[in-house]
Structure formats: C-alpha cells, structure tokens
C-alpha cells in the first residue's frame, strides 16, 4: 500500500468546487472511516425558493453532502492507497444511495457527516453515513455507493 494523504490533501483533490462542494473540512480519514463537515451558507441561492420565509437545505443536496465525504473523499483516499499512478486515472462517481431523512438543516447550521466503509473492492466503495447537526441531532442516515472511473 502507498503512503496515506492527509485530510487537507484528500480535500484538495475532491473533484467538486464551489459553489457545488459541501465539505468544508476532513476531520478525520483512514481505511475505514471518513468524518468531515460543512456549514450551509446563509446566502446560499436555492434557499430563495426552497421555501421562502421558511428555508430548509433541500434533501438531494444534504445526499450529495453525504456523497462528497463518505463516497467521493473516502474513495479518493483508499484509491490513493492502493497506487497513485492509478488514481490519478480515476474520478471517483456518486453510483447510488438509500437514505432516510429525520431532521432538517437550516442555512448557517454546521453538520457532521461521518462515513464509514463497508466495503471496497474493484474500485467500488459502499458506505455507511450518517449526517448530523453540531448538536447531535440525527438528519439522515443510509447507505451510499460509488466508483472510480476513468477520467
């Protein structure tokens, strides 16, 4: 196996950027578990609609929140340990995903997204994840699958 890439490291190479990436930060990553957070921004354009006077962080992107940290930032990772000369080929795909919602996010609120594996193998990663606000309060949960693909 290669040498392990830091959390700062595995965040500069996710392939999504403003204003469409939602980790903020990799606390914490190894070969098994991801924990990463973001703060939704209070200016965020999609709140205009998504209901006005009442804004509530729309669930498809709270999954793509989760997808970045537990699929995307994880998968980078353990691709990196098998051999960089072969993840520099691969992008690193949001596949699927079963998920249950049970809170809601609010703009400016920070959530905690922790992932962890539950399997890898033929460049596909399977996940479990978990989203919670700063509090502890559970906002959703599931599984998540991905892959690396060729660039």
């Given at each position: 196996?290669?040498?392990?890439?830091?959390?700062?490291?595995?965040?500069?190479?996710?392939?999504?950027?403003?204003?469409?990436?939602?980790?903020?930060e990799i606390l914490e990553i190894d070969d098994?578990?991801?924990?990463?957070?973001?703060?939704?921004?209070?200016?965020?354009?999609?709140?205009?609609?998504?209901?006005?006077?009442?804004?509530?962080?729309?669930?498809?992107?709270?999954?793509?929140?989760?997808?970045?940290?537990?699929?995307?930032?994880?998968?980078?990772?353990?691709?990196?340990?098998?051999?960089?000369?072969?993840?520099?080929?691969?992008?690193t795909l949001f596949t699927d995903v079963n998920?249950?919602?049970?809170?809601?996010?609010?703009?400016?609120?920070?959530?905690?997204?922790?992932?962890?594996?539950?399997?890898?193998?033929?460049?596909?990663?399977?996940?479990?994840?978990?989203?919670?606000?700063?509090?502890?309060?559970?906002?959703?949960?599931?599984?998540?699958?991905?892959?690396?693909?060729p660039r």
């Amino acid at each position: 196996m290669s040498a392990m890439l830091s959390p700062a490291e595995v965040l500069a190479r996710l392939p999504q950027q403003e204003p469409f990436r939602f980790v903020d930060e990799i606390l914490e990553i190894d070969d098994d578990h991801v924990l990463a957070s973001y703060r939704w921004r209070e200016d965020a354009d999609f709140y205009r609609g998504h209901f006005p006077g009442n804004p509530v962080t729309p669930g498809v992107l709270l999954v793509e929140s989760m997808a970045q940290s537990a699929v995307v930032a994880l998968g980078l990772y353990l691709l990196e340990r098998e051999g960089p000369e072969e993840a520099h080929k691969l992008v690193t795909l949001f596949t699927d995903v079963n998920v249950e919602f049970s809170g809601v996010v609010r703009p400016g609120q920070r959530v905690l997204i922790h992932g962890r594996k539950l399997f890898f193998r033929r460049r596909k990663l399977r996940s479990e994840a978990e989203m919670r606000l700063e509090d502890g309060t559970l906002v959703c949960s599931g599984t998540l699958s991905g892959m690396g693909v060729p660039r």
